[in-house]
């Protein structure tokens, strides 16, 4: 991109950014501004729309490429090619009233979220794992706080008779410090989304830029 | 929006604004002014790409559910930023950096991101075209995970940048990446994917310093500034709490109510 067409972007950018900026806060107040703010959030949708075709494209040449290159498990690229063409099929099938029931919506759930489903109980495996690794990695204090409060929250959640300090130790734990910590995390983050909006809007983001 | 909101928001904006800017130039006039504290993330970072370039084998780098459009739209763009400084590190080595998105509108940016990256460097004509993949998430980003495991064993990835949006799934990721040896940097804006890049990548990001990338790695004064800009907004935050916690302490403390509260507590913590 040529300086022209980087101050042309850079200029778009800021324009429409103030623009819906000012528009989502003064709402009904300034109704043109709003009205404005309104359309260029429909843009986005319809964009995003878009994008979604996008993804189509690429999951196909991606998988091509590994298929007509044999790279390692180039077998499972062409089944994922091959399932894709199906489901499409099948949808366009159900659209056109070819086939009774909703059988997109039956492989679905009977496919996707069963699988899904086998890989969230994987999930506690990988997170011990990570516990495990954890300890071995790096021995400091904050590793030990970490793992005496993983054994005191999962003691505290057994349902046996005689825990009652044990679960006001967790409720406290879960109420108290792990809030506290969850918060702090949470506003270093809107923190960083402001200075980085405040960027894009001043023209610092290198993205349109370049 | 009511009215009070609207005024926090566009004070909280033109202070950023403003500290930014002021930041900006101070620190184009004197480069040594502001002293950035390490982040072994970011010091690592360099070292894993030069690891991969030596070995021959593909970075790994993945925004996960991280979006353009949506609420984690600034989010995706500081991950980009992140990307595009170990894309530029890594364009020289033979074996592209490979970028995964488990949302379509993200697939453009990854693109770019690369592209940008291989120009910077002169070598736009190496810029690999299908390096970016979009792998779709289910309802939960399970299969994304699933696939990501999948990617780290067949492209033989040698490390993983994994900065974007990820719930608990990102353990498996991890731990795939981990029984093959790989390194792992991570960071996520889910308070779950969080916990599990600190308990388990080699060197973890937590919160504000996903969005530090482009001060640490790159030369940029404005980007040096954001990280100013974000330390004196934290400073004023800290005393937006505290300031009003202590006065309220030390009324709880002369008119009693703080022993009241203490003792409730311990009642609690004894099951009574």
Redesign the interface.
């Known amino acids: 991109m040529g300086r022209l067409g980087a101050a042309i972007s850079t200029a778009i950018a800021i324009g429409i950014g103030l623009l819906t900026?000012i528009g989502?806060?003064?709402?009904d107040n300034v109704p043109l501004v709003n009205d404005i703010a309104d359309f260029l959030l429909q843009l986005?949708?319809i964009?995003?729309a878009i994008?979604?075709l996008?993804?189509v494209v690429?999951?196909f040449?991606?998988h091509a490429?590994r298929v007509g290159r044999r790279?390692?498990?180039w077998g499972?690229s062409l089944l994922v090619i091959v399932a894709t063409l199906l489901v499409i099929v099948l949808v366009l099938l159900e659209r056109a009233g070819a086939l009774g029931g909703r059988p997109s919506t039956i492989l679905f759930e009977t496919v996707?979220?069963s699988?899904?489903s086998a890989?969230?109980g994987?999930?506690l495996f990988?997170?011990v794992?990570?516990?495990y690794?954890?300890t071995r990695?790096r021995l400091t204090w904050p590793t030990v706080l970490?793992v005496v409060v993983l054994l005191l929250l999962l003691l505290g959640a057994l349902p046996l008779a005689g825990l009652?300090?044990l679960?006001?130790?967790r409720d406290?734990l879960m109420a108290v410090p792990v809030s506290a910590g969850?918060r702090?995390?949470?506003?270093?983050?809107a923190?960083?989304?402001?200075?980085?909006?405040?960027?894009?809007?001043?023209g610092?983001?290198?993205?349109y830029r370049? | 929006?009511d009215s009070t909101t609207?005024v926090i928001?566009?004070l909280?904006?033109l202070l950023?604004?403003v500290i930014?800017?002021i930041a900006?130039q101070f620190i184009r006039r004197r480069r040594d002014l502001v002293a950035l504290r390490s982040i072994p993330a970011y010091q690592s970072l360099p070292l894993l790409v030069g690891e991969a370039i030596e070995a021959n084998r593909p970075v790994h780098l993945s925004f996960g559910s991280a979006t353009?459009?949506g609420s984690s739209t600034?989010?995706a763009?500081?991950s980009?930023?992140l990307f595009?400084q170990t894309a530029q590190r890594a364009a020289i080595g033979a074996v592209p950096p490979i970028v995964t998105v488990s949302d379509?509108?993200a697939?453009?940016?990854g693109q770019?991101?690369l592209r940008?990256a291989y120009?910077?460097r002169d070598l736009l004509e190496r810029y690999p075209r299908?390096s970016?993949?979009?792998y779709?998430a289910?309802?939960?980003s399970?299969?994304f995970?699933?696939a990501l495991t999948?990617t780290l064993?067949?492209?033989?990835v040698a490390n993983n940048v994994l900065v974007g949006s990820f719930g608990?799934?990102l353990?498996?990721v991890?731990?795939a990446a981990?029984r093959r040896n790989q390194g792992v940097i991570a960071a996520s804006?889910q308070?779950e994917g969080?916990a599990?890049a600190y308990?388990?990548s080699?060197q973890p990001l937590?919160?504000?310093?996903?969005?530090?990338a482009?001060a640490y790695l790159g030369e940029?004064a404005?980007?040096t500034a954001?990280v100013v800009?974000?330390d004196v907004?934290?400073w004023l935050?800290i005393l937006a709490i505290t300031v009003p916690t202590a006065i309220e302490v030390v009324n709880a403390i002369t008119d009693g109510r703080l022993w009241q509260n203490i003792g409730n507590l311990a009642r609690?913590?004894?099951?009574q």
């Open positions: 900026l989502l806060l003064a709402g986005v949708v964009t995003t994008t979604v996008i993804g690429n999951l040449s991606v490429r790279d390692t498990g499972y996707q979220i699988i899904e890989l969230a994987l999930v990988a997170l794992y990570g516990a690794r954890l990695r970490f009652g300090p679960v006001s130790i406290w969850a702090g995390i949470l506003l270093g983050i923190l960083g989304t402001v200075v980085t909006g405040v960027r894009v809007l001043v610092q983001d290198r993205s370049e | 929006m609207q928001t566009v909280i904006l950023a604004l930014s800017l900006t353009l459009g600034l989010l763009l500081a980009a930023e595009y379509t509108t697939i453009p940016l770019d991101t940008r120009r910077s299908g970016v993949r979009w779709p289910g309802p939960r399970l299969a995970a699933a999948a064993g067949d492209d033989r608990p799934e353990a498996l991890t731990e981990a804006d308070l969080q599990v308990a388990m080699d937590i919160g504000e310093e996903i969005f530090t482009g940029s404005a980007q954001s800009t974000l907004l934290r935050l609690a913590l004894g099951g």
